[in-house]
């Protein structure tokens, strides 16, 4: 693992699924983690199994993000590390899909990636430092599923506000990078049902689920300083999900 000893990093929606492997590969590189939760209660409980520490946040709150980042300056002294990760994907038809059921999406997905990731830059510019981690997905910039046309689009326009905003950071030391997951196994994919999790499992070459350790471990590297020159670029963790061609490709090579 790379060493993040003394650095600060927070982790929105880091209580559970993604997050939860977010916070645990930041926390065994070494660094100080804080779990940012709009479920304090579930925060917490992560926060003592991994040694980190919890504090509410609303990701479609400004004002609730900003007391986040002075709490954490304020124990902590500085913030290194943001890995903006809350997130939420509700399915939903395109036809039945309502005004409110894309407005929400969007608000959480993308809008709060916009605050989490504007209120950390006076911080990470005052300090010539920062490393920022946005949890996006394969998902609307490379592949489409039925039920998630509005995911996908938070999703791709989460990675068209980040490779703009790396630019625009650049100079100030402060990298801004994604990762895209693929299918990975957590709370909220289980909801999906066991068929959901055997076809996808089948669309998978390697012919399993990722974990959400497979995404931290690859947000710690893109938050660290050795990957202090990549900057507006995606990381695919999907166990080479996009890469067949046809159906036979991803088969075993006794069935091929």
């Not at 504007?118 to 005052?126: I, N, R, T």
């Not at 791709?156 to 650049?170: K, N, T």
Request: with cysteine; net charge negative; charged share 20%.
């Amino acid at each position: 693992m790379f060493d993040l000893q003394d650095q600060v990093a927070i982790v929105t929606g880091g209580a559970a699924g993604i997050g939860r492997g977010i916070v645990s590969s930041l926390r065994e590189a070494g660094a100080t983690v804080v779990i940012a939760d709009l479920n304090l209660e579930a925060a917490q409980k992560t926060a003592e199994e991994l040694g980190a520490d919890a504090m509410l946040a609303d990701v479609t709150s400004r004002d609730s993000i900003r007391a986040l980042y002075r709490d954490v300056v304020k124990r902590y002294g500085r913030i290194d590390i943001v890995c903006s990760n809350a997130g939420v994907f509700p399915n939903c038809p395109l036809e039945d899909m309502t005004d409110e059921q894309w407005d929400a999406m969007f608000a959480i997905n993308t809008h709060g990636t916009f605050t989490v990731v504007q209120e950390a830059l006076p911080y990470m510019k005052k300090a010539g430092y920062g490393r920022i981690v946005i949890t996006t997905s394969i998902t609307g910039s490379h592949t489409g599923y039925p039920g998630w046309a509005h995911y996908g689009a938070s999703k791709a326009a989460q990675q068209g506000f980040m490779r703009s905003a790396a630019l625009e950071v650049a100079r100030d030391g402060i990298t801004i990078n994604g990762v895209l997951p693929g299918n990975i196994l957590t709370e909220g994919l289980e909801d999906q049902g066991q068929d959901y999790l055997d076809q996808m499992s089948r669309s998978v070459p390697m012919h399993r689920l990722g974990s959400p350790r497979d995404i931290g471990n690859a947000a710690a590297f893109l938050a660290s300083r050795e990957a202090g020159y990549i900057t507006g670029q995606t990381l695919i963790i999907d166990g080479g999900q996009i890469l067949p061609e046809s159906p036979e490709a991803i088969l075993p090579p006794y069935e091929a």
